[in-house]
DNA sequence: GTCTATATAATGATAGAC
DNA sequence: GTCTATCATTATATAGAC
């Protein structure tokens, strides 16, 4: 009905086709697989998003905006920490979830954003958890936070330049696959940890001036 | 004295310098970086390699030796996994270390080939450090560690990506600044975890049809 | 042994027809 | 609104001079 609305909707094609396979070759596939994927011209897509990189702050924009909305919606019970695992598992999101890791394995301030936004309101889950319980206390909350948060996305973006999915069957697969690898030794880890003693972290604590054990749960 | 020489001479300077430059800017980096890098000519850098791809294979085959042979002359008394924090201390190792995370993002067989080594190196390591009681036996003691390096090299690789270092200067500060922020995370992590009940990874066991607790080392 | 000059291919981006 | 045709740039790789 009104102007530029199917302008509007072609936007958006091609948004979610350069999703789909940023996600799955890297940001640095051509526009013209890109253009492949949405059935139009590599020429059209500039004039739609001016350029590449237009292109590519589109694509964060919408995909972040996604994942921190579904991530707030479906947060609300459990630690911030094993997010991707959960979002992995929903089909719907497996694009996004790719496309993410990818961006911030291409960097740029787009991807500190990111990172910064989801260290911010998974500091809010974990506070949350600790003060319910379920999860331990840290000296340095945001500290963990970034750490849990830049270890999942990493090694999921390292999972994809390693796997390589050539399509969204095979990326979908791969995604699984990580799952299903990690699941248990992730749990072993987050749930004890693997170094029976605590002589590293308090030599370490000792190094930096910093008591060992006084805002510490009991460990055993 | 003997003939060639002064060619193999040539061809390690070419080497090291593209480990610097694709380790500081990653593998797209243009072979006249590296010439330039080196001193000479990109066309030369063809002679001598071939290819772009025999430079990489060559720098490959290089830094994957050194750094298995360096771990194995330094991991004889510790667990494997936090090998990288220990080497990115050594100022001479991180070009080395900076050319693995570079390398094993790009992807491609080569990489995969040397998390599997890493992955058996480790496993051996990891072996000595339960039966020392130095660390907690696992489930899964292979998929623990191949867990283990990737999450630690998916997340170096991450912070180069993210931080961008544009010389070798840096390069060092970024992975000093790294090991750092992650140090106390990292150690809280390893030795308690921090989820401070069972529940999902008894779930977790459940679902996979294995009995919780069985060889598992006391966790309270 | 190294360089300069160039071939070849791919990419992002532009201009103008329809 | 979309395409085709093209430009300009950049990259790897080659050929031949010195």
Redo the contacts between chains.
Sequence with gaps: MRVGRADLNTRSRVREAAIAVFGQQGL?APLRAVAAEAGLTAGRIVQLFGSKDGLRRACDDHVFGVIRTAKRDTMVSS?G??MISRFAMLDEFVPYLAYVARS????GEH??EF?DHMVEDALDYMADAVAA????P???ER??V???T??S???????L??D?PQDAEELASCLRTHLD??????????????????R??DS?LLY?GDPPGQE??A??
Excluded: K, N
């Excluded at 319980?133 to 331990?136: E, S």
């Excluded at 690898?181 to 605590?198: C, H, I, K, N, V």
């Design positions: 640095d630690a920490a094993t911030v394995q291409a960097g991807a500190r990172i319980g379920t999860v331990l840290s000296r340095d500290a963990r970034r750490y849990l830049e270890i996305l990493g090694h999921l973006a390292l999972r330049s390693l390589a690898a990690m699941a248990l030794p992730a749990l072993e880890l987050y749930t004890q940890g693997f170094l029976s003693d605590r590293m972290l370490y930096v510490q749960a460990s055993a």
